[in-house]
């Protein structure tokens, strides 16, 4: 028994199974509606029942009041269909963003290969094509540990019989741990994607900036690969951040990308850079090469960052201070097990940073 | 996949800003006439985003249930005489000092944010103020009520408005007020929107409805639930101001620094008031006034000026010299107004010796050392009959207005005392935060209404403090002012409760 959830306002239709909740199956079906915690303790993802019966599930009395429920609101994380629906969500049409279904797939490994010394490339053919916008990322399942794990996509959304992940060694972490010592070529995982709202708002017309450090450099690259292939005219820059020379990856591909398309321009930063390395470009961190780069004028860009959370957090501020603000900032955060602790109070002052 | 219908966000554009329309035979100049004397530059409206979205419509059905069921409250308090199930009576002068000092800001804010909702050059700002504006109003409507049937059995709460424009400590609130609505739209935004709706509301509204809370007062706590499901739209409406304010041009950050700097310390010097209701006028403590500061700014506010550093906002000035106060300011506001109880709305009292060990335990670094002997001796004092009451009228500070009775934080022993000439006269201050306010506008704070300045100047309908007190203030001499012990206050929660001494029964029998 199956019932169909119809989402306003943008009038997607999602088939939700008996059990599911109307945020699982609207994600697994492409259609994005806001969340954060994932388990009604949050409200980020209140919506309004405007037809049919529902079952509201766990939603914690403070994040679902009352007069909410008598309104009909539920947490569509926590709320299950009892009939057929019509909600109404919070959502913003975002032009760029395609909606495209995730699915799951099995993927065979058809390489790996050193891109640094702590950072591994993996590319996976799938049993069938896949369609993903750049920037996005899957979910990677790998034997014997709980949980999928999140990885961005590198390759382009054209290469759509692979993916390619970029896997920095989290010290101590059970799954990059497994994919750095025991995976091995031919090896069959399960995957399933695309998730994320971490990709190129095309339509806007603004010349676009791509921060990336460490393994965080996978979606830019997919991104600026694909708007490069797409014969896009804005000016493109891409700054890329590491330790030290070893650990700037893919730098000749970038390097020959620059040279070949006028409106790219690659700028690496080292902020360790180890003597023999003999490093003539910019030493200093990523953000700091930004600044220096643009003078410390941000304006007027569209900015996209991707890495770990001290990067983005120092390239957040580096652009506010040369004025581009929330609105045109758009990143990926990689949290591991060991960002979860950093949880201290935050501000209501902004909604995504 | 096609848009068969509107979301929200643009539903609500076409029921708000697509109301408004083009001038086009009035110069834009002489529609807005306040937009920019202040400094202030937007160069584009329509980047303000919505703080939230609600028509009138829904507004009226949403509001209208919350007033049945608050009511409901009401009614039921009265007829089961809530008022006899307060913890102790002493509770009741916390509320009304809220009625006297608190409530009638609500209606400042009313006029407030329907002044500025009229000022604003981009109609999003202009309906988000005009909804505030109504919240507003309904809930000064909403306080009086709830606090009305105390008026029937309680005294100091008869002349609440009458009060809150005369009496001099009263003059605290109101004259925080008066100085955000008399600055431009912009300042009164920073002013009322961000620092008091935003960063010190948890330490005003929620420490006197937590304590109606933990202290038998239904009615109080049902408004302020009430109450709070408004105050979220108000945070959000603070924190849009000033994210517009501060992406729209750079040469706002410096003006938006020093707004934050001047009404940070402004309202930290009003939260004296609430430090003494937290820590000497609640018979059931929730918190000690430290521990809210702590929580509610150090931890709360330090998060959002973390935040804010991203625009190139600081920490506001003095607050290094605020958070040095959380130590001190409740026990030398009590004693500011245990020293001038004869002349004020409600009745002060010395803590019990459990009350004082409570006090001990929360301060330990201040509270035995600087404050519990002076306790001790005016409680001794009272026990001999001479209850301590100062004869004489205190000094002023020109910009907070609150008796000059605060210390330096490096040596609690001697009173702070700052000077200003201005024009050859010389401005007397409480800190370096309301000098520094003064020297910025001297012009504005020159015209402070001090009360006993005014009382000097015979302004006040007499030539001693007893007429002023009876014919200005219109207190009940004997009845609304004094010490708690002995007041017709707890004389009759005596009797409600049975508490007379034996002393008393022996002389009805006899």
New interface residues.
Partial sequence: MSYEVTV?????VVEVEDGQTILDASLRQGVWLPFACGHGTCGTCKVQVLEGDVEIGDASPFAL?D?ERDEGKVLACCAIPESDLVI?A????DPDFE?LPVEDFTATVESLTNLSPTIKGLRLRLDRPVAFQAGQYINLRLPGVDGARAFSIANVPSDSQYVELHIRRVPEGAATGYIHDVLAEGDELKLSGPYGQFFVRKSAPEDLIFIAGGSGLSSPQSMVLDLLESGDTRKITLLQGARNLSELYNRELFTALAEKHDNFTYVPALDNPEDGDDWAGFSGYVHEAAIDYFDGHFGGHKAYLCGPPPMIDAA??AL??G?L??KDIFMERFLTAADGAEG???????KK? | MTATKLNLKDRYRLLTRDLDWEYSYQNRKDVFPMEEFEGIKITDWSKWEDPFRLTMDAYWKYQAEKEKKLYAIFDAFAQNNGQQNVKDARYVNAIKLFLTGVSPLEYQAYNGFAHVGRQFGGVGARVACQMQSLDELRHVQTQIHAMSHYNKHFDGFQDFAHMHDRVWYLSVPKSFFDDARSAGPFEFMVAIGFSFEYVLTNLLFVPFMSGAAYNGDMATVTFGFSAQSDEARHMTLGLEIIKFLLEQHPDNVPIVQRWINKWFWRGTRMLALVSMMMDYMLPNRVMSWKEAWEVYFEEAGGALFKDLARYGIEMPAYAGTAIAEKEHLSHQTWSIFYNYTHAAAFHTWMPDEREMDWLSEKYPNTFDKYYRPRFEHWREMERAGERFYNPTLPMLCQTCQIPMGFTEMNDPTLVSYRQSVYKGERFNFCSDGCKDIFDHEPEKYVQSWLPVHQIYQGNCGGADVETVLKDYYKMNLGVDNMDYRGSPDEQRWKQWHNLQSAEDKLKKAS
């Fill in positions: 306003e306002p943008t009038g997607d009041m007069m109404e919070d959502v913003d049409v909606g957040i501020t506010m201070r004025r603000f929330e201290a109070s935050k501000s209501a002052l902004f940073i």
